[in-house]
């Protein structure tokens, strides 16, 4: 959803900095793109709302990642989107838990969510870590939105997932370095969401470890959305850089979801104002 691509963007120019520190400015830096966390997010939101599964899904990734082919694919998802292979290739790397978010946002349950997520991740990342990522996030995404305190976000995904969810921002950040796996960003990533006070926040968690900071924000930021909505100005701001049709599947997809877009909520008041 969109908090997901807010951090992408915040986080594309730290991507390869190592950035260690929260107070960096401008928050949005006027380089700042979307990357492949977005392109992909947009992708799995698409083919949720088709109700696609398996080999269609995979179609999807390959529409929109050849509609954006340099927006910092993977050497190996590369390789995939240009084959004609339609199959899984044992990936564990974080590109799975990146682009879940739509999987919680249209679940129903939190049985629904992991196996969207399952659903979403096995196409290409059919490793158990790749799947145990991205269930991780929708869980976790799928809990706030629900509006369940960090705390038991955190015991909850730490039991269904086997993460180790306990470790502090500032304990993580001093000998973190860049890590492309599930295992080695997803737990960080919601540690970053569960700790902050609010979105802009988790966002500069997620970008201060220092690591894949676009993906590591998206995850995070996908998940202080949802505890927190994104402050209205920076959703504004995002928005008017997104591209057209990311800008259709977002809004379809929280139409879908009942939900007002983050970037419009201003203009909720009125619009729904019943004068009787
Ligand atoms: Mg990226």
């Known amino acids: 959803m969109f908090g997901a691509l807010v951090g992408d963007l915040i986080g594309s120019v730290h991507e390869f900095a190592g950035t260690k520190r929260k107070d960096f400015s401008p928050l949005i830096h006027p380089a700042a793109r979307f990357?492949?966390?977005s392109v992909l997010t947009c992708a799995v939101a698409e083919a949720l709302l088709a109700g696609e599964r398996a080999e269609a899904i995979a179609r999807r990734f390959k529409r929109w990642g050849n509609r954006y082919p340099r927006c910092g694919f993977s050497a190996q998802f590369r390789e995939w989107l240009w084959s004609s292979s339609l199959l899984p290739f044992g990936s564990f790397g974080n590109g799975a838990a990146m682009r879940v978010s739509p999987a919680a946002l249209l679940a129903r349950t939190a049985d629904e969510a992991l196996a969207l997520a399952q659903a979403t991740a096995e196409v290409t990342h059919d490793h158990p870590e790749g799947i145990r990522g991205a269930q991780a996030a929708a869980l976790a995404?799928?809990?706030?939105?629900r509006g369940e305190p960090a705390q038991v976000i955190r015991r909850t995904v730490a039991?269904?997932?086997?993460?180790?969810?306990?470790?502090?921002?500032?304990?993580?950040?001093p000998a973190y370095r860049f890590d492309g796996t599930c295992q080695g960003s997803v737990p960080q990533a919601l540690v970053c969401a569960l700790e902050a006070l609010d979105f802009e926040d988790a966002i500069r968690n997620a970008i201060s470890l220092g690591g894949d900071a676009d993906t590591l924000a998206a995850i995070a930021g996908a998940v202080a959305e949802a505890r927190f909505?994104?402050?209205q100005q920076v959703?504004?701001?995002?928005?008017?850089?997104?591209?057209?049709?990311?800008?259709?599947?977002?809004?379809?997809l929280y139409a879908r979801a009942g939900r007002a877009l983050p970037w419009a909520q201003g203009n909720m008041g009125t619009a729904t104002f019943d004068p009787r």
């Open 229 to 231: 909505g994104i402050p």
């Open 141 to 145: 995404t799928f809990l706030a939105l």
């Open 235 to 252: 959703a504004r701001q995002v928005e008017a850089m997104m591209p057209a049709d990311m800008r259709e599947v977002m809004s379809d």
């Open 35 to 37: 990357t492949d966390d």
């Open 159 to 173: 039991e269904q997932s086997g993460y180790d969810l306990s470790r502090s921002v500032d304990e993580i950040r």
